[in-house]
C-alpha cells in the first residue's frame, strides 16, 4: 500500500480530498478513537513530542479532542463542536511550531498505524488523501 507524502506546496493550500464515508461506517467511533489512541502514542516516542502536552492527563485530554475531531469530519456525531465549538484548527494551532518536518512526522506516524487496520485498502488511502492534504493546512512556521 502506497502512503505518499505529498511535498508542501508554495504559497497556496491544499485542496482537502473528503475520506470515503465506509472508513467511518467500518471503524466506527470506538475504531476512530482507537485509531487516534494509537497515532498520539506514536506522537509521544516522536521527534515532535514537545508539541503536545507532556501531563498524562493533558495528552489522554488531546487524544479526546483530536479522535472527536476526526469523528465529526468523518460523519459521526459532532463532538467536537458540541464541546470545543468550531474546530478552527489553524487558529488553535497558531501557539505551536508546526514546520514542514513536523507535518512529516506527523504523518509517518500514521503510515506506520493504518496499514495495520483491517479494512479494505482503499478506504485507508482514502483518510490517508485527506490526511496529507488537511497536514498543509497545519504548517505555520518555516523552521
Known amino acids: 500500500m502506497k502512503l505518499n507524502i505529498t511535498p ?8 482537502v480530498e473528503m ?5 467511518f461506517r467500518l471503524l466506527g467511533e ?4 482507537n485509531l487516534i489512541s494509537d497515532h498520539y502514542n506514536l506522537l509521544k516516542k516522536s521527534n ?9 492527563i493533558a ?3 488531546a487524544k479526546l479532542h483530536s479522535s472527536d475531531f476526526f469523528i465529526q469530519v468523518l460523519g459521526g456525531h459532532p463532538y467536537f463542536n458540541e464541546n470545543r465549538g468550531n474546530p478552527m484548527l489553524r487558529k488553535r494551532h497558531q501557539p505551536f511550531k508546526i514546520t514542514a518536518d513536523a507535518r512529516i512526522t506527523w504523518l509517518e506516524c500514521y503510515q506506520e498505524i ?8 482503499n478506504l485507508i488511502i ?13 504548517v505555520n512556521t518555516a523552521n
Not at 8 to 15: F, S, Y
Not at 114 to 121: A, M, N, Q, R
Open 19 to 23: 475520506t470515503n464515508p465506509d472508513f
Open 59 to 61: 495528552f489522554e485530554q
Open 8 to 15: 508542501m506546496p508554495n504559497g497556496q493550500l491544499a485542496k
Open 114 to 121: 493504518l496499514p495495520k487496520l483491517k479494512i479494505p485498502e
Open 126 to 138: 482514502s483518510f490517508w488523501n485527506y490526511l496529507d492534504s488537511f497536514s498543509m493546512m497545519m
Open 48 to 56: 515532535i513530542s514537545n508539541l503536545f502536552p507532556q501531563d498524562e
Open 30 to 33: 470506538q475504531g476512530i478513537r
